[in-house]
Antibody, heavy 116, light 108 residues
Framework: EVQLVQSGAEVKKPGESLRISCQGSGYSFTNYWITWVRRMPGKGLEWMGR????????NYSPSFRGHVTISVDKSINTAYLHLSSLKASDAAMYYC?????????WGQGTPVTVSS | EFVVTQSPGTLSLSPGARATLSCRVS???????LAWYQHRPGQAPRLLIYGSSTRATGIPDRFSGSGSGTDLTLTISRLEPEDFAVYYC?????????FGPGTTVDIK
C-alpha cells in the first residue's frame, strides 16, 4: 500500500523556522516526484512546489519561492518542506503528495500554528 | 500564471441528485492537462479525474469529467452521502500547477 506519512503538528513563534517531513513507503520512492500543497484556514488548495527525488531538482511556485525550500533524502525515502522566518500568515495545513503533475496519494497533512 | 476559476461556489443538493461543477482556465491549457480532486473535512485530498476525463484508480463511475482547453465539467451522477465535500479543479499544463478556489457540495 502506498503511504505518505508526515511529521506531526507544529506550534512556532513568528521569525522561527520549520521543517516538515514526508516519508513514502509502499512504492519506489525515486520513481515519483513529491509535491507540496498548502491549505490556509478557510481557503483553498495552493500548489507550492515539487521535487524529483532522483536528482533533487525542484520547481517552485513564484508565490512561495524564496520563502520555502523543498529537499529530499532518498536514502530514507523522505522529502522535506522548510519554511523560514515564519509569519502568522504561514499558519496552515501542509500536505505532501506523490506525483509530478497530478497527485495520486497524499500525506495526512501537518497543521502549523504560528503565534507569539 | 494560469488562473483557474470554479462555479458555483456552493452547490446545495439532496442525496441522489445530480451535481454539475464547472471549471474555467485562462489562458487555455494545451492538451487535457486538467484534473479534479475531492477534499472531505479532516481528510487528505483525493484525485478523482485526470486528463480532463480519466477516472483515477478506485474512483466510482458516478464521477465523470468532460471538456478540455479552457472549460471543464465534473459530473456526479447520483450523490452519495460521502460525496458531500469540496471539489477542486487543477491545471497541470503550465507550472505553477494552480488549483481553482473550489466548489463546496453540501446537503440541501
Amino acid at each position: 500500500e502506498v503511504q505518505l506519512v508526515q511529521s506531526g503538528a507544529e506550534v512556532k513563534k513568528p521569525g522561527e523556522s520549520l521543517r516538515i517531513s514526508c516519508q513514502g513507503s509502499g512504492y519506489s520512492f525515486t520513481n515519483y516526484w513529491i509535491t507540496w500543497v498548502r491549505r490556509m484556514p478557510g481557503k483553498g488548495l495552493e500548489w507550492m512546489g515539487r521535487i524529483d527525488p532522483t536528482d533533487s531538482y525542484t520547481n517552485y511556485s513564484p508565490s512561495f519561492r524564496g520563502h520555502v525550500t523543498i529537499s529530499v533524502d532518498k536514502s530514507i525515502n523522505t522529502a522535506y518542506l522548510h519554511l523560514s522566518s515564519l509569519k502568522a500568515s504561514d499558519a496552515a495545513m501542509y500536505y505532501c503528495a506523490r506525483g509530478a503533475l497530478t497527485m495520486d496519494s497524499w500525506g495526512q497533512g501537518t497543521p502549523v500554528t504560528v503565534s507569539s | 500564471e494560469f488562473v483557474v476559476t470554479q462555479s458555483p461556489g456552493t452547490l446545495s443538493l439532496s442525496p441522489g441528485a445530480r451535481a454539475t461543477l464547472s471549471c474555467r482556465v485562462s489562458p487555455r491549457v494545451s492538451g487535457s492537462y486538467l484534473a479534479w480532486y475531492q477534499h472531505r473535512p479532516g481528510q487528505a485530498p483525493r484525485l478523482l479525474i485526470y486528463g480532463s476525463s480519466t477516472r483515477a484508480t478506485g474512483i466510482p463511475d458516478r464521477f465523470s469529467g468532460s471538456g478540455s482547453g479552457t472549460d471543464l465539467t465534473l459530473t456526479i451522477s447520483r450523490l452519495e452521502p460521502e460525496d458531500f465535500a469540496v471539489y477542486y479543479c487543477q491545471q497541470y499544463g503550465n507550472s505553477p500547477f494552480t488549483f481553482g478556489p473550489g466548489t463546496t457540495v453540501d446537503i440541501k
